[in-house]
């Protein structure tokens, strides 16, 4: 083989090295792979601190809660009671959801949700915001592997700001979608209620990603 000819291949063989690992980062599953808002960072299965959760910091503790459906014995406010033990099922699969009322507006920074699953597996929970039931905005997406009990985490310098109502939407598990328990933390929001809701419109660098 001549020189050009041997330099030719090598550059070749190369070429189809490194395709097939790009081939291969691109298909395989991972932190990188999982969604999130621009500024944060997705946490799945964090060292849970109860301690935080039944605390006042957390804005959703004993706060009003809807839900798509329940089961008895199961309502939707055991997931904002502060207690990891205590569950709201839906008794259904996807989708469902389930609505809290923080009493008011908020620049929300940090959200916990502590999943009941089983079996373990792909789920994808969406999570909403706004002033007013029904005037909501999609803030964040959680795709990924859960697990019963093992928490879901995500913070935002800055917070997402305006937000009263906060509604989470469960669109794929294995499992009848139920919470043991949904955080919510950030501080009074900077906007008057008002106002947010009269000009409510999302910043680009928050947008979600899909
Ligand atoms: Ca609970």
Redesign the pocket.
Known sequence: MKRQERVAARSALTFLLWATVLAGCATQPGPSAIPSTVGSADVFGPKLDPTAIASADNLALDRPVTASAFLPGQPPG???????????VSGSHPQQWIEIDLGAAFDVDRLVLVPAQDPAGATVHRIFGGPQSGEVQLLHIFRGETSDGAPLEVSLIGGWPGVRYLRIETTESPSWVAW??IAVFGRPSSQPLAQVGASWTWPTSLAPQS
Do not use: F, K
């Not at 055991?78 to 709201?88: I, L, M, R, S, Y």
């Open positions: 055991a997931a904002v009671d502060g207690d990891v033990e205590t569950v709201w043991r328990e």
